[in-house]
């Protein structure tokens, strides 16, 4: 896989760091990295985006942010991360609207899809991160985040909230997938609480079955205050085997989900 999309069930759930974590695990393992943001929004120039907070995470050191409209076709490092950016909206809005109250061309699927296909040429992995849900509009033809993954025969990595309300927005993330005929990867948790409620617990076992797919990780509330160091020594842990980690589900699903019957 030199190309994944990674994608979410809603917005503020932990893709960015789940984002950062998978690339982490690929640079600890030599290799070199892209996290590729097709539409920030939300953000003046000059703040640093979700692509480049995964590659300060991820890489440390190794960082580096290519920037708003960088080049794509930058060569990486192996062990570094690199951060590129096609477009970004002051507007903290879908891209579509972010795009056209701005007054900037919106992103096409196209052009995601170019990019990170440039960017895999120099790279061993891309990391596309999407804006909010797998269906977000990025332009006024209706093209959506699965569209960029349908060019670019990737598959797609869901991020979900722990809480209750997300297996319904897993399923029909899902069956969106699967009307596409895309691959879906997995799910990861973006953010276990630290004190997980019922919902949280039973979710861990409802979870695969909503998404149709294996639970791939879960990532801790509050992962992205960690140092980059820190970050990088605990992404194994948060992570299953298939995405570079040692995070096993059973052992995780026994020791955190909640029993049939058990009742808080």
């Not at 950016?85 to 507007?91: G, K, M, S």
């Not at 617990?201 to 909503?210: F, G, I, K, M, S």
Request: proline letters at 8%; hydrophobic letters at 50%.
């Amino acid at each position: 896989m030199s190309v994944i999309v990674v994608s979410g069930t809603g917005t503020e759930i932990g893709k960015t760091v789940v984002t950062a974590a998978v690339a982490a695990l690929a640079a600890a393992a030599g290799r070199s990295v892209a996290v590729l943001k097709p539409a920030q929004t939300g953000l003046a120039p000059g703040e640093p985006g979700d692509a480049a907070e995964a590659a300060r995470l991820a890489g440390g050191a190794g960082a580096r942010d290519v920037g708003a409209g960088g080049t794509p076709g930058t060569v990486g490092t192996p062990g570094a991360v690199t951060a590129v950016e096609l477009a970004r909206y002051p507007d903290p809005l879908a891209p579509a609207t972010a795009a056209r109250r701005a007054g900037m061309p919106p992103v096409r699927p196209e052009q995601v899809a170019e990019a990170a296909e440039k960017l895999a040429a120099g790279h061993d992995l891309v990391l596309v991160e999407g804006a909010g849900g797998l269906l977000v509009r990025l332009d006024e033809r209706d093209a959506t985040l699965a569209d960029a993954a349908a060019l670019l025969g990737a598959p797609v990595l869901v991020v979900a909230p722990a809480g209750l309300g997300t297996l319904n927005t897993t399923a029909l993330t899902a069956e969106a997938l699967r009307s596409r005929k895309l691959e879906q990867l997995g799910v990861v948790v973006g953010s276990w609480p630290r004190d997980p409620d019922l919902a949280a617990r039973c979710n861990l076992t409802d979870l695969p079955q909503a998404a149709g797919a294996p639970l791939l990780g879960a990532v801790p509330q509050g992962a992205g205050a960690l140092s980059p160091r820190a970050f990088r020594e605990a992404a194994a842990d948060w992570l299953s085997p298939r995405l570079g980690g040692r995070w096993d589900a059973a052992a995780f699903v026994g020791a955190h989900g909640a029993p049939d019957g058990e009742r808080l």
